[in-house]
């Protein structure tokens, strides 16, 4: 099978089963504390940044406040995660060894932890994997760049 399919399939399944498991834990106290930062949005808080308010006050206006509305976005930014080190691993070594990370990846006790509770954890390191993935594209496409 093509790794890149391979690497969809895998991760729409491990998606839909993480996101079919969401509600079935109460929330977590740091859950909790940022489901009330997104109750009241202000440009920053104590200690962090809005960026989680931000995405529970998105997906609660969708789903509720619940369990499941303050977690939504958790599962999918673990998969998208997923998919930009796949496409990054390809880019650099092979289909193969990009679909070698994604297991490791998702078999990694912490990461499974992040995809499935809702704090700033899973919003990091999304977008800073996007960051390293966006500034490689750019060194790669620039003809103009040297070290």
Not at 32 to 57: C, D, N, T
Not at 100 to 105: F, M, N, Q, S, Y
Request: aromatic residues 20%; charged residues 15%; proline residues 5%.
């Amino acid at each position: 099978m093509n790794p890149t399919r391979a690497v969809w399939i895998f991760l729409i399944a491990l998606t839909a089963i993480r996101l079919s498991m969401l509600a079935t834990k109460d929330l977590e106290t740091d859950e909790a504390y940022y489901w009330m930062w997104s109750e009241r949005p202000a440009p920053a808080y104590f200690s962090k940044g809005p960026g989680v308010a931000f995405a529970i006050r998105a997906s609660t206006a969708m789903f509720g406040a619940n369990e499941f509305g303050v977690r939504f976005f958790s599962p999918l930014l673990a998969a998208g995660t997923s998919l930009l080190l796949f496409y990054f691993a390809r880019r650099l070594f092979s289909g193969t060894a990009g679909l070698w990370l994604v297991i490791a990846l998702n078999l990694t006790p912490i990461f499974n932890v992040g995809a499935f509770l809702m704090t700033i954890d899973p919003l990091s390191i999304f977008f800073w994997t996007a960051a390293m993935f966006t500034f490689w594209l750019a060194l790669e496409r620039s003809p103009r760049f040297s070290w």
